[in-house]
């Protein structure tokens, strides 16, 4: 049984995610897994489609359908979280990478970079062509 308490923090999870129980399709299907006879006959499993998101929850971790429903929201919510943290995660790392790029470099940087370079240079220089002189 879930307490009052852990309700009301997954409706809270649920409001940051703005997920609302208009966009959520509930359906409840047989259960699968250890349990015996009982999980197999019962329609306790949960499952939520959410639209917007087109994002699907499975959850039949109790024999209680009541419990499974508020813990199938609580994993969708989190779910919708991660989709919008990891975006931002992938803005700031672009953000990052420009910046690196743009980032002036030390003279030692610049030194050893520049010296590269001719080391670079002078072994494509000495892949050049040999012309042999025919013989007379």
């Avoid at 307490?3 to 649920?14: C, D």
């Avoid at 019962?42 to 917007?52: D, G, Q, W």
């Avoid at 989190?78 to 980032?103: D, G, M, P, T």
Wanted: glycine share 4%; proline share 3%.
């Amino acid at each position: 049984m879930i307490s009052p308490e852990t309700v009301e923090k997954i409706k809270t999870r649920m409001e940051e995610a703005s997920l609302f129980e208009e966009d959520i399709n509930e359906s409840f299907i047989l259960g699968s897994g250890s349990g015996g006879q009982k999980i197999n006959k019962t329609a306790s499993t949960v499952r939520l489609f959410h639209e917007p998101s087109s994002l699907t929850v499975k959850c039949g971790r109790s024999r209680s359908r009541e419990e499974n429903r508020w813990l199938a929201r609580r994993e969708l919510a989190e779910k919708i979280l991660e989709k919008e943290n990891a975006e931002i995660s992938r803005r700031i790392q672009a953000r990052e990478k420009i910046r690196r790029q743009k980032r002036r470099r030390s003279r030692r940087q610049k030194a050893r970079m520049l010296d590269e370079k001719s080391k670079q240079g002078q072994k494509k220089a000495a892949r050049t062509r040999v012309d042999i002189p025919p013989d007379e």
